[in-house]
């Protein structure tokens, strides 16, 4: 049986006029694109929003969240949004200008790899909000990004892990290097070695691997089975299709996979616990605040914005839900500094 946590979602006073323009468009750049089913009248209705993806959105990862967030403003609050997915590197800065261009009042895109775009393209179309998830970059009135506090979550699997070893040896896989990756593995790595060796398990450690890559099942499949036969029996891989390959070598050699980003519970009976990013909960506060206007600059949202929720299966204990459920409490109180995990401050 999984029990979902959830966190507390900000809440925005909401105020100014509607924002002119009608909803959708062809889409003309070279990814796929799928627009939400919206409910019809409501004051976000006639807000013209992209989302652009680097991936697909059957991922089961990164972008299916990201999308479902999307899906959840269509049905909230009634907006139309379109949907462009497996957008490639090369087409990020001419995908952003197609929507300038055409006077869309919110172009959000998830994933840090679109920091460089953004900041070349948004300083030319004022009148329009790029967003970012998983984004720092605000040069401008008109840069939102809004950056997840990867770690607080990573820190909840972590203790997850801690429970679920029974050697203490912790295989960590994170799609490519980057300072939010290294920090989130960071938090994951210590907390789950201090968990096993509060139960006792003498001489815990993590191994830590990159991928390369968010969307090889085949590298993430083999780099997990040699990290497995080298004795970790516990794997906590981040990235997007290429994850499933870490479940299916996780579940061949009988080990435990510690989810991350979205629901993989589901997968394979490896799977212990998933720690789900719920972006269906957060974006209606992001669409809510770009138009209300008081949404501006970097912002962080983590376990106290309910960014986080943790999916258990039946072979989480008590004593793990109880132990995660008072680290979710004390995160959001600003009780434990997890910045001391950081090897980069």
Not at 11 to 35: E, F, W
Not at 226 to 254: H, L
């Amino acid at each position: 049986m999984k029990k979902r946590i959830l966190g507390t979602l900000l809440s925005l006073v909401m105020v100014g006029s509607l924002l002119a323009g009608c909803s959708g468009g062809k889409d003309s750049s070279g990814g796929s694109s799928a627009s939400g089913t919206a409910s019809s009248g409501g004051e976000y209705a006639d807000m013209k929003i992209v989302l652009i993806l680097p991936g697909s959105i059957d991922d089961q990862s990164w972008n299916a969240s990201n999308n479902a967030g999307a899906e959840a403003c269509n049905k909230e609050l009634g907006t139309s949004i379109e949907v462009v997915e497996s957008v490639p590197v090369e087409e990020f800065e001419s995908t952003f200008t197609e929507y300038g261009e055409k006077g869309y009042n919110l172009v959000m895109s998830a994933g840090s790899q679109f920091d460089e775009a953004c900041a070349a393209v948004a300083p030319q179309y004022p009148d329009t909000v790029y967003t970012v998830i998983n984004g720092t970059a605000s040069d401008t009135d008109n840069m939102v990004p809004v950056f997840p506090k990867e770690y607080e979550g990573s820190y909840l699997a972590g203790m997850i892990a801690g429970y679920t070893t029974e050697n203490g040896k912790f295989a960590t896989l994170g799609g490519e290097s980057n300072a939010a990756m290294v920090k989130l593995l960071d938090t994951y790595e210590a907390i789950a070695v201090k968990t096993a060796e509060d139960r006792g398990i003498a001489g815990a450690s993590a191994t830590r691997s990159f991928l390369n890559t968010w969307t090889d099942v085949s590298v993430g499949k083999s780099m997990t089975a040699q990290m497995i036969d080298n004795g970790a029996d516990t794997v906590f891989c981040y990235s997007n299709e290429a994850t499933s390959g870490s479940i299916q070598a996780t579940a061949e050699k009988n080990a435990k996979f510690i989810g991350y980003a979205a629901d993989k519970n589901t997968e394979s009976d490896c799977v212990v616990a998933s720690v789900n990013m719920n972006w269906a909960g957060v974006y209606p506060w992001i669409i809510k605040g770009i138009k209300s206007g008081e949404l501006k600059g970097a912002q962080e949202v983590g376990v106290a914005e309910g960014v986080f929720e943790v999916l258990y299966t039946d072979q989480c204990s008590d004593e793990c839900k109880t132990a995660v459920g008072q680290a979710e409490k004390d995160i959001a109180n600003g009780d434990i500094d997890l910045t001391q995990y950081f090897s980069e401050k």
